[in-house]
């Protein structure tokens, strides 16, 4: 006689549930449709433990980012992103996937370059790249700590959404801005 729920479990295991939460996140970011992945780990003075510290100081980058390319009114034209929380060894960073369809390339880059030495840290801490060729490997490489157990559920609590970060109206959840 066959348990029909060990069954089930063996079709639906978190491997499987993972493999289908990375393709769902992967259309998402297809959808999203963003230009530039920015990777960010603190100095070894300023990582931390704790996820809320974490965020506070990738809020803090973000924004001083957003003043660079437009210091006045920077959030009515806030360039929307996701990113997601990495914790490796204890210490959290972040990969960011940011939707840029509003200034050059060269304001993008001078903007990142400006807040890197307004905050101190080596050139080696944040790293901005434009999506070019294959996303799909920057999508996977960004998500890649998302897992699923056998029912779906996964630590939502690693997708950080610019429009949540800031309380902007705008929501970027609807991705069809």
Request: net charge positive.
């Amino acid at each position: 006689m066959t348990d029909i729920y060990h069954w089930e479990y063996k079709i639906y295991t978190n491997d499987r549930m993972t493999e289908l939460l990375e393709k769902s996140v992967i259309d998402w970011l297809f959808e999203f449709d963003p230009t530039h992945f920015i990777s960010i780990q603190f100095p070894t003075n300023q990582r931390s433990y704790n996820l809320e510290k974490s965020l506070y100081r990738l809020k803090a980058v973000m924004k001083i980012f957003e003043k660079t390319l437009n210091p006045r009114h920077w959030y009515k034209n806030h360039l929307p992103f996701i990113a997601f929380a990495e914790n490796t060894s204890g210490m959290w960073h972040f990969h960011v996937f940011l939707r840029n369809d509003k200034y050059p390339e060269e304001k993008m880059l001078s903007g990142m370059d400006t807040t890197v030495r307004k905050f101190g840290f080596s050139e080696t801490v944040i790293d901005m790249k434009r999506i070019t060729i294959t996303p799909e490997k920057a999508f996977k490489y960004g998500d890649k700590e998302l897992t699923a157990d056998s029912t779906g559920r996964f630590n939502s609590f690693r997708i950080i959404l610019s429009g949540d970060m800031f309380n902007l109206p705008q929501n970027i959840s609807k991705i069809t801005t």
